[in-house]
């Protein structure tokens, strides 16, 4: 509700993101993605190498978003996005990387664009040339709040094999890459409009089309079916 007030970010999907936005005005706005029904907000800080922006077009695909099952065992049904939920991945405020806990576990700096070492902070060369950044967002909901004082505690990550008590409803695992190019010589200091690489998060915000997020809830997810890139629903 405070427009011009936060740092610079890059969006991902929706085109008309902003600080009025709802389901509705995301919807109707169209999007970036491969896949039209997937008009949901996604965006991240603005990274720098040495003070220069870098944009997250190293390919073809400059973000890419992937929906998984996680912490659904057998005869768990993993629910949809409930319309309009909100949620971010990490702390903006961290004044040190202990600040910031998930670093080099579910918030991963490494080369690209495909496998390579999981890193917490960001990597000095790559030979790629391609510098990738990847979050994973929690996926165990409480089932009541579409967002909370701090965008995090209504989500929680599963709990070794399952959802905890608190947070019982299983949604999509949402996994985020974005990959930058670098060069290959040895790679300046990676800043954030946040702040220093620490301070790495993400936002997301539920716009999806209803009816074609439940189908590949429905026909990938809980049918234990990988889809592929970008399905036809």
Known sequence: GHPGMSHLHDYSAAKTTGAFSTPDSLRAGGTTCAMADDTSAYWIPAVYEDGERLLPTATAHNSLFYYRRKGAPDGTSVQPFPDGLKMIIGNAHASSPSENPQLGEDIIFKCGPGSSTDLPAPPTRCDSGVMVLSLRFPNCWDGVNLDSADHRSHMAYP????????????????????????????????????????????????????????????????????????PSI
């Open 159 to 230: 709990a070794g094999s399952r959802c905890p008590e608190s947070h019982p409803v299983n949604l999509p695992r949402l996994e985020s890459f974005f990959r930058y190019g670098v060069g290959t010589d040895r790679i300046g200091e990676i800043t954030l409009s946040s702040g220093p690489y620490y301070t790495i998060h993400q936002d997301f915000f539920n716009g999806w089309i209803p009816s074609g997020l439940e189908t590949l809830v429905r026909e990938c997810i809980n049918a234990m079916v990988d889809c592929g890139k970008n």
